[in-house]
Structure formats: C-alpha cells, structure tokens
C-alpha cells in the first residue's frame, strides 16, 4: 500500500514540475503586453517570449543522457532549480539582450524536466497503468500554459519573472523531499539489451509522432484567428469556445492512454486515432468556408493533441530504463523542431492559397505517419541473435586402438 501511494505522489510531483517549466517554455507569449508596456518593440518581445523554447532544443538529448546516468531525481531537481534561479536573476535585468540570453538559458536548465518525468513513469508504474499515468503527466503541458494565461497577464515583466522562477523552485524542493527514483528492476522497465536503436521500430515512432505534430499545430496555431477570418466570430467568444476543446484534448489524452492499457499496445490506438486525425482533417479542407467546419475544427483540435501521450509512452517502453532518458530526449527534439517551423510555413500557404488549402496539406501527414506507425514494440519479441547448434557427438574407438 505504501509503494501503491508514492508513486501516485511521484506522478504528482512530475506532473507539477512539468507544469512548472512549460509555464515559462510556453506561457511566456502571455507576458508579451507587459514587455510592450515595459517599451519593447513587437519583434523583441516576440524574441523574448521563444527564447525558452529556443533553450530548450539543443539540450533535451544532454539532459535525458544525464537522467540515464545519474537518475531522475538529482536531474530533475539540478535543471528545475537552475531555471528558477535563473528567473529570479533575470528580474534585476533591464537589457533586452541579456534577457534574452538569461531566458535562453531558462529554457536550457528546463528541458531536464521533459525527459526525467516521463522516465519516472517507466520506472514506477506497471505496463497496464503507464498509458493511463503517462496521459496525466502529459496534461501538464497544457495545464502549465492554461497557468501562463491565467496569471502572466495581470502581472508586470519583474512580477512575471518572480513569479515563475518561484514556481520552479517550489517544484524542484517538493522533487527533493518527495520523489525517490524507482529501483531497478528488468520486469517494471524491460531489461537492458543493448541499444534500442539496432532496430527501426524507435525510428518509426518518432518519425510518426514528429509528422503528426504538423495538423496538431496547424490547428492550434491557427484555430483563432480561422475562426475570427473566416467565421465573423469574436476573439473573446472564440477563445473561450477553444478553451473547452483544449480541456476535451487533455481528457482525450487520459482516455487514449486508458484504451492503450486495456488494448495492450500504444500504437494500435495510435493508428486508429492518426487515421480520425486525417479523416477530420479532410472534413475540415472540404468545408473550410461552411457552418460544419467549425464542428470539425473542434473535433481535429481534441483529436490531433491524443496520439502524443501514446507515442510517448511506446518510446519509453521500447528503449527501457537504461537508455529511455536519451530516447526521449530524441523524440521530444524531433517535436519541437517541427513544432517551431510549422506555423510559419502553414502562414506563408493561408497567405498564398487559404485557409482550404492548408487544412488539405495537413491531411498528408497522419497519413503518412499511419503507415508508419509499427505494431509490433516489444524488444521482448525481437528475434534473439541466431546460433549454430553442434550436436553431440559420441567418441568412436581412436585409431589403432
């Protein structure tokens, strides 16, 4: 009963040290009109506000080595106390420069959260309760920006800045009372054969769940103002009408997970939920200019953010304890990068050829990712290495005698 208790708190403490650091990675936009307040220009306070994200690329492979190497927990509570230490220097900052350099580096020390919590999932929950947990760690994603949205606008640049270095700090201390990495064990995270990368099944996980980012953030980037364009609709109305689909996503994500463990696989949902994402896609392209699109636009905004918990999950199990920090870091990489060029190169085709048309490119990718998405991800189940049996031989009398 007591191990059944903390790892429930272990998830907990993850699922909040997660939101911590996605509130400065991506809840900083909301602090943009208080850096125009603060006399920045459009351009440097945009700067400012991708600087965490910029941070954090380069270094989530590093950081998910480290979690391989030393744990998850002095990795978690190093990179969650450097971000707020870092937050709270940069409130004695008036340099737009130094800014950003100290919010780059933010995001450098926050990128150890992404690898280290989802680690600890492997590690403390069954394979039948890991997609349902790995669904609530991946909430805090959109619970972190939904507290930037909340809180960042009422407050001035310093006050910001307190505010989540605080948040970070508090996180980091509740790891170091509250979170104890699990033991090893070769049944609760597969045991360790080696590189999970002498096969393609990891390849084609993280290639799959990196083409599925595009419709995701098509739809999320872009659902606004589609809506504002093309619909007449209000920007407060049509906020408030994506707020609820962003909670339908989140519980989109907690019953993808649940579907997987009672399925026993991550990627057959997987695949069953890319093909709906193309298919409402495809809806959405056809109707862009009619009344059902903004159904379908609300359908592809809950169906586009499940697979990610999923693909998650299957990169974890796959790659094991010993090699699922690096894995991780890989697949969260691969996302982001994509993430970031997304919006401006579905821009650039609204522009050109309308809403329509980007909508139909999107359809491409869970297509493409469909195929992709292998069905069989147990390293169990990998061939063993092949050997020449030499059967027993019985002596014969020897020569001569």
């Not at 941070?55 to 391989?68: H, K, V």
């Not at 106390?81 to 933010?106: P, R």
Request: with cysteine; charged share 10%; proline share 6%.
């Amino acid at each position: 009963m007591a191990t059944d208790r903390r790892r429930w708190v272990v998830l907990g403490v993850g699922m909040l040290a997660m939101t911590a650091a996605c509130t400065f990675q991506f809840g900083l936009p909301f602090l943009i009109p208080a850096f125009r307040d603060a006399g920045m220009s459009l351009t440097e306070a945009g700067l400012l506000a991708a600087a965490p994200t910029a941070g954090l690329l380069p270094t989530l492979i590093a950081w998910g080595a480290a979690a391989d190497r030393w744990g998850e927990r002095v990795v978690l509570t190093t990179g969650l106390t450097l971000a707020g230490g870092i937050l709270l220097a940069a409130t004695q900052l008036d340099d737009t420069v130094a800014l950003g350099v100290v919010l780059l580096l933010a995001g450098a020390a926050g990128g150890s959260v992404h690898a280290s919590s989802g680690r600890l999932i492997l590690g403390w929950f069954a394979a039948r309760e890991r997609g349902l947990a790995m669904g609530l760690r991946q909430t805090a994603q959109p619970l972190g920006v939904a507290v930037g949205a909340l809180l960042l606008p009422t407050l001035a640049v310093t006050g910001g800045l307190l505010f989540m270095g605080l948040f970070s700090l508090v996180a980091a201390a509740l790891v170091g009372i509250l979170v104890r990495d699990p033991a090893p064990s070769g049944a609760a995270a597969g045991a360790d054969t080696g590189s999970p990368y002498r096969t393609p099944v990891l390849w084609r996980i993280h290639a799959a769940s990196t083409l599925l980012v595009v419709p995701q953030f098509t739809v999320a980037t872009f659902a606004l103002v589609f809506l504002v364009e093309e619909h007449g609709w209000r920007p407060d109305a049509a906020g408030r009408v994506l707020a609820i689909g962003q909670a339908a996503g989140a519980v989109m994500r907690l019953v993808a997970g649940w579907w997987s463990d009672r399925a026993g696989s991550r990627t057959r949902p997987m695949r069953v939920i890319t093909l709906a994402i193309a298919a409402v896609m495809a809806l959405l392209a056809a109707t862009s200019g009619a009344a059902i699109s903004v159904v379908a636009l609300m359908a592809a905004s809950v169906l586009t953010v499940g697979p990610n918990g999923l693909a998650f999950t299957a990169v974890a199990e796959y790659a094991g304890r010993s090699w699922a920090g690096r894995a991780l870091g890989i697949h969260n990489t691969a996302q982001n990068t994509v993430a970031s060029a997304t919006p401006p190169a579905m821009a650039a085709l609204i522009g050109a050829a309308g809403y329509g048309a980007a909508f139909a490119a999107a359809v491409v990718f869970p297509l493409l990712a469909a195929v992709i998405i292998p069905m069989r991800t147990s390293r169990a189940e990998e061939p063993a290495p092949r050997t020449i049996k030499v059967p027993a031989t019985t002596p014969g009398p020897r020569p001569g005698g």
